[in-house]
């Protein structure tokens, strides 16, 4: 399985809702991050878990609340987010091991609206 | 802190040869990724570069000086399918595997 998959692809929410983004990868990668990516910007990290555990925050507000459960799972929560705050969630893994060269293996992304 | 630079969009025409250039100012270097991304969909890895030089694979070939902080994907043979942005991404040392995208090169190709 050389795959991340990210659940759901769309995603709709009211302003005053509670939803979480889920991703999931079998490929034992250590890390884990977050992107956050606008309509014809880059991806901007959010947030980096490795070996289950929070290594960078890239000063995401509050109603951004990630979680990793376990090796081969990462969620974002979602509460009370703003209009602005519409795009694609990315998720991504990779190996720690600094000798490998593939990068990170992007899921397809959740295209939120926050209507 | 990072600076990654490439042009905003680029036109060439099918069958052609096109070259986008991505320069960048970092510390702690560890490697610059190429990914294509086409519109509304994740990106996906092209090359990798750590060491000077190109690197070719297929169609799609990636060159790479440190000394000059500068790199360069080239595309030959351009299909229509090409059409999508190409973003240019630094790795950074004890940074916990961490990459920083440029902007992203739309490139659009023409019949």
């Known amino acids: 399985d050389t795959e991340v998959t990210q659940t759901p692809k769309h995603l709709v929410m009211g302003m005053t809702n509670k939803k979480s983004l889920k991703c999931e990868q079998h490929m034992g990668h250590r890390a884990m991050y977050w992107y956050k990516q606008k309509a014809k910007k880059p991806p901007e990290l959010m947030f980096v878990?490795?070996?289950?555990?929070?290594?960078i925050n890239e000063s995401v507000p509050s109603r951004f609340s990630p979680e990793c459960p376990n090796s081969s799972l990462l969620n974002l929560h979602l509460h009370a987010l703003q209009p602005e705050d519409s795009a694609l969630y990315l998720c991504?893994?990779?190996?720690?091991?600094?000798?490998?060269?593939?990068?990170?293996?992007f899921g397809s992304g959740t295209r939120l609206t926050v209507v | 802190g990072q600076n990654i630079d490439q042009p905003t969009e680029m036109t060439a025409t099918e069958g052609a040869i096109v070259q986008i250039n991505c320069t960048y100012q970092?510390?702690?270097?560890?490697?610059l990724f190429w990914y294509q991304q086409h519109a509304g969909e994740a990106p996906t890895f092209l090359s990798y570069?750590?060491?000077?030089g190109l690197e070719e694979k297929g169609r799609f070939s990636s060159f790479l000086s440190r000394s000059k902080g500068y790199s360069y994907l080239l595309l030959k043979e351009l299909q229509m399918k090409d059409s999508a942005s190409y973003l240019c991404?630094?790795?950074?040392?004890?940074?916990?595997?961490?990459?920083?995208f440029g902007g992203g090169t739309r490139l659009m190709v023409k019949p």
């Open positions: 991404a630094v790795r950074i040392r004890n940074a916990g595997n961490m990459l920083t």
């Open positions: 570069n750590v060491l000077d």
């Open positions: 878990y490795s070996y289950e555990k929070l290594s």
């Open positions: 970092t510390s702690g270097f560890n490697g």
């Open positions: 991504a893994s990779s190996q720690e091991d600094r000798a490998l060269s593939y990068g990170y293996t």
